[in-house]
């Protein structure tokens, strides 16, 4: 039987649930999201996380923060204008990304050429729907390219991500089968 979530989930406990699911887990996709499920969703229930934070440079959205900093593993909450978009791209590590308010379009690919020739990819999507608060996916290799699309005006997501983005990253256009490699801050 799981242990009991405290009443109301801070984002240290939600952390220290994160770290201890990826302990005993490691980063496989179907067992991580299942072992950090009811904690990222009881925090998710939080009406105070756009409070809690601290300003952080977003790459692909005007408003980000963190929740959360220990130097390997961030939480990261950011606000999505209605229509925005973030187009597929790719970190180089795993990504927990949950939506906090309103629903968003997400997409997971992964690629299914062999990476031969520079600018072409072919896209496969894995997980394509529209996610409503408290919901969460894991993008993870071999499918670890996603992408995102804010439905409604008060769209927010969380993301929990352990390790450092790379540095240059992917950007895709699945229409096109195309990418292009954008050098990033290797913000987290």
Known sequence: MPAA???????????????????RHGAGPAALLAAVGRPIAALLERDDLREQGIPRQGN??????????DGDLSFLLFEVPEGGSVPPHDHGVWELFAVYRGRMR???????????????????????????????????????IHGFRALD??????????????????????DKDSYVVKRTANLR
């Open 153 to 174: 005006g008060d769209a927010m997501g969380l993301t929990v991500v352990s390790g450092k983005y790379k540095p240059d990253r992917h950007y895709y256009d699945p």
């Open 5 to 23: 979530l405290p009443a109301q989930m801070t984002v240290r406990e939600c952390a220290e649930a994160v770290i201890a699911a990826q302990r």
């Open 106 to 144: 997400h997409t997971v690919y992964r690629r299914t050429d062999d990476g031969a020739v520079a600018g072409y990819a072919k896209l496969a999507a894995t997980d394509d729907r529209v996610m409503r608060a408290g919901e969460s996916a894991i993008v993870a290799p071999p499918a670890d």
């Open 60 to 69: 692909n959205v005007a408003w980000s923060q963190y929740l959360y900093f």
